[in-house]
């Protein structure tokens, strides 16, 4: 009896998982392409993005207007550093104009001019008071001579008219007054007036407290007078030229005694040349 081959109810498998028979699979079928040009198997699949598991999640801070302030420089720090570089040019500028008048004094070594008075003559002082001793008025006629010079190499002086009092030196009064034209004063130079007259051509009326002070210097052996002269002067070194500085002369210890007929009297001092102040403003302030 021989033995019957039933055929299996599955195909044979290869153990390798090569299909049988050597035969090939056919290929798959190809994607469809969209109109835009995406597989459709593509078009609806979204990347994937990855984000690890240990990274910080972001969250926002909250608004801080210190921080703001920070960021900025404040109204206090601008207007410490605009006072601080002000003094600072201020200091630097003050110093280079030290530097520079040092250099020029050094340089040229300027000095101030020189007046003197070598006498003064009194031709009248006629002080007359009412009967009541309520008015008192006052004549007078001076004269002198004037001498100015200019001890600079390099410096001129320009000069204004000279305003003239003459006074009592113990009690201030005013006895005359006059003037002196304006002159120019070269480098080295000597200018001197003669005749200049100081006068109370008019009765000048004086009130009770002057006249007795005056009357009290008259009633002296000498009399002790004064010259004062102001006006303004202008410095002027080569193509610089200053503003008008205000100067003022003083002629100090003439004696003499008053004349009681026509014939003059001269007074003299023992120190005719007179003290020169130069009067230079800073705003308020003079020096």
């Given at each position: 009896m021989t033995d019957r081959v039933f055929p299996a109810s599955k195909p044979p498998t290869a153990t390798n998982g090569a299909p049988p028979g050597g035969s090939i699979p056919p290929p798959p079928a190809p994607a469809a392409?969209?109109?835009n040009g995406t597989a459709n198997g593509m078009a609806n699949q979204k990347p994937q993005v990855y984000i690890p598991a240990n990274r910080p999640i972001y969250r926002p801070q909250p608004y801080s207007r210190r921080h703001h302030h920070q960021s900025r420089p404040s109204c206090r720090r601008i207007c410490c550093c605009c006072c601080f570089w002000s003094i600072l040019i201020i200091l630097i500028l003050a110093l280079m104009t030290a530097i520079a008048a040092t250099a020029m004094y050094v340089i040229y070594h300027p000095r101030p001019p020189s007046f003197s008075v070598p006498s003064l003559r009194i031709s009248r002082v006629n002080l007359t008071t009412a009967s009541d001793s309520s008015v008192s008025h006052l004549s007078s006629f001076f004269n002198f001579t004037l001498l100015s010079?200019?001890?600079?190499?390099?410096?001129?002086?320009?000069?204004?008219?000279?305003?003239?009092t003459v006074k009592s030196a113990k009690s201030g009064t005013m006895l005359g007054n006059g003037t002196v034209p304006a002159f120019f004063s070269d480098n080295g130079n000597k200018t001197s007036f003669h005749g200049v007259i100081a006068t109370s051509t008019t009765a000048r009326e004086l009130d009770p407290d002057e006249a007795k002070?005056?009357?009290?210097?008259?009633?002296?052996?000498?009399?002790?007078?004064?010259?004062?002269?102001?006006?303004?002067?202008?410095?002027?070194?080569?193509?610089?030229?200053?503003?008008g500085v205000e100067?003022?002369?003083?002629?100090?210890?003439?004696?003499?005694?008053?004349?009681?007929?026509?014939?003059?009297?001269?007074a003299t001092s023992k120190k005719s040349k007179c003290k020169s102040d130069?009067?230079?403003?800073?705003?308020?302030?003079?020096?």
């Open positions: 392409v969209t109109s010079e200019n001890p600079n190499q390099h410096l001129s002086f320009s000069y204004d008219p000279f305003t003239v002070h005056l009357k009290s210097d008259l009633t002296r052996a000498r009399v002790v007078f004064e010259i004062q002269m102001r006006t303004k002067v202008k410095m002027i070194m080569g193509k610089l030229k200053s503003e100067i003022k002369v003083t002629c100090e210890g003439f004696e003499g005694t008053i004349p009681k007929g026509k014939t003059p009297i001269v130069l009067s230079v403003k800073v705003w308020k302030w003079s020096f």
